[in-house]
T-cell receptor, first 115, second 115 residues
Framework: SQQGEEDPQALSIQEGENATMNCSYKTSINNLQWYRQNSGRGLVHLILIRSNEREKHSGRLRVTLDTSKKSSSLLITASRAADTASYFCATDANAGGTSYGKLTFGQGTILTVHP | DTEVTQTPKHLVMGMTNKKSLKCEQHMGHRAMYWYKQKAKKPPELMFVYSYEKLSINESVPSRFSPECPNSSLLNLHLHALQPEDSALYLC??????????????FGPGTRLTVT
């Protein structure tokens, strides 16, 4: 089964608007992470939320985690053109133990922020 | 230094060639990873090295041969590749795989084209 499905697949907004992306997963997790990838480049870690946390903030980013629904959301407030990128959630599917490095990435959301 | 470097940036090779991808980090991380990413898809884990030992091989064909000569270096040797192996190859590192919470640091990737 596919771990980490994201929606929407693509999101287009104007600068200054908020962008919300969602991620669903199927198995129990230790943590969920969000990464950003600019076109054709490496991924950059944005934020990690542990399974016993419900909400976490980092600058303009707000992440929520609902383990009962097996879902997470990433909110980017006051978006900028520089936020244009693909955003991936990633889970380590071995709750209660270590996944030994195995992260499974969602399909990603392509965010376009128009100036 | 929080950087993972990868060389070369671009590689074009024939199906009979032998080439190698190189990855380096100087953050003292003891886990290193190879991912394969096709266009508009999420990264797919190929290999994980933990303390210079191969800990995860995601059933990768033997035409891909990883090597970890020391804790800072990771190589991926390529031989007799197929055109469908054309992709962005990403290297990543993390503190270690025995922690429950760890972010992965990604390099910029090598864009591989097999002709």
């Amino acid at each position: 089964s596919q771990q980490g499905e994201e929606d929407p697949q693509a999101l287009s907004i104007q600068e200054g608007e908020n962008a919300t992306m969602n991620c669903s997963y199927k198995t129990s997790i230790n943590n969920l992470q969000w990464y950003r990838q600019n076109s054709g480049r490496g991924l950059v870690h944005l934020i990690l939320i542990r399974s016993n946390e419900r909400e976490k903030h980092s600058g303009r980013l707000r992440v929520t985690l609902d383990t009962s629904k097996k879902s997470s959301s990433l909110l980017i407030t006051a978006s900028r053109a520089a936020d244009t990128a693909s955003y991936f959630c990633a889970t380590d599917a071995n709750a209660g133990g270590t996944s030994y490095g195995k992260l499974t990435f969602g399909q990603g959301t392509i965010l376009t922020v128009h100036p | 230094d929080t950087e993972v470097t990868q060389t070369p940036k671009h590689l074009v090779m024939g199906m009979t060639n032998k080439k190698s991808l190189k990855c380096e980090q100087h953050m003292g991380h003891r886990a290193m990873y190879w991912y394969k990413q096709k266009a508009k898809k999420p990264p797919e884990l190929m290999f994980v090295y933990s303390y210079e030992k191969l800990s995860i091989n995601e059933s990768v064909p033997s035409r891909f041969s990883p090597e970890c000569p020391n804790s800072s270096l990771l190589n991926l040797h390529l031989h007799a590749l197929q055109p469908e192996d054309s992709a962005l190859y990403l290297c990543a590192s993390s503190q270690n795989v025995l922690l429950w919470d760890y972010e992965q640091y990604f390099g910029p990737g090598t864009r591989l084209t097999v002709t």
